[in-house]
């Protein structure tokens, strides 16, 4: 059983939110994620776990985050 989450965290209150998604794979909760986006408009990253384990990053393009990785390599497979 899968345990998608992420964890919300806006400037100077990290930690802000933390939102189960409805996802059965890597995929779908990146993308779930990614749909928070627009409920969170000042939000500085949200980091996808399987449970314990990191899935990705999204980072707010507009804090002066890169829009897209910078090392492929390293994003999450």
């Not at 802000?16 to 000042?42: K, N, Q, Y």
Request: net charge negative; charged share 20%; glycine share 8%.
């Amino acid at each position: 059983m899968n345990s998608y989450y992420c964890i919300v965290n806006t400037p100077g209150v990290p930690v802000r939110e933390i939102a189960v998604l409805s996802a059965v794979d890597d995929e779908t909760a990146r993308a779930e994620a990614a749909g928070l986006t627009r409920l969170w408009p000042g939000y500085e990253t949200i980091a996808v776990y399987d449970g314990e384990r990191p899935v990705g990053v999204l980072a707010n393009p507009s804090m002066g985050f890169a829009p897209e990785p910078v090392f492929r390599e390293f994003q999450a497979a």
